[in-house]
């Protein structure tokens, strides 16, 4: 058996500036809905598209000068990096902050929750 090679690092870009991620999940929506209508069999007739939207949730280590304003985060570009080289790139545009949380913890590693909507998924 063949060993398979995974993406690895991730990294978000604000404004230029490299923020090292931890951890990082993806949701994603297609917008599509079903058409409901009045018929015999009692069941949809089809479905619609609609707006694709992702939101995506990271944990970041807080740093402790430097941290970025994660409230003002509009523009930034969120980029899954293959651990090789060879591997495809994924990248999430134009990515805006929805709120944020902070959390502490007894081994003394503060941590922020941000949860961002980007605009769009590429793959470079």
Same mark, same amino acid.
């Given at each position: 058996?063949?060993?398979?090679?995974?993406?690895?690092? $991730?990294?978000?870009?604000?404004?230029? *500036?490299?923020?090292?991620?931890?951890?990082?999940?993806?949701?994603?929506?297609?917008?599509? &809905?079903?058409?409901?209508?009045?018929?015999?069999?009692? !069941?949809?007739?089809?479905?619609?598209?609609?707006?694709?939207?992702?939101?995506? *949730?990271?944990?970041?280590?807080?740093?402790?000068?430097?941290?970025?304003?994660?409230?003002?985060?509009?523009?930034?570009?969120?980029?899954?990096?293959?651990?090789?080289?060879?591997?495809? !790139? $994924?990248?999430?545009?134009?990515?805006? &902050?929805?709120?944020? &949380? !902070? *959390?502490?913890?007894?081994?003394?590693?503060?941590?922020?929750?941000?949860?961002?909507?980007?605009?769009?998924?590429?793959?470079?």
């Amino acid at each position: 058996m063949a060993l398979k090679e995974y993406l690895g690092a $991730i990294i978000l870009e604000v404004d230029g *500036k490299e923020i090292e991620i931890e951890a990082f999940d993806e949701d994603h929506k297609t917008g599509r &809905s079903l058409v409901k209508t009045m018929n015999r069999k009692g !069941r949809p007739s089809g479905y619609s598209e609609g707006v694709h939207e992702w939101t995506l *949730k990271i944990t970041a280590p807080i740093p402790k000068t430097g941290a970025p304003d994660w409230d003002k985060i509009i523009g930034a570009k969120l980029t899954v990096f293959p651990v090789t080289e060879g591997g495809e !790139r $994924i990248a999430f545009v134009d990515c805006v &902050s929805l709120g944020d &949380s !902070r *959390k502490y913890t007894a081994d003394g590693a503060a941590k922020v929750d941000v949860t961002l909507a980007a605009m769009d998924r590429i793959k470079e």
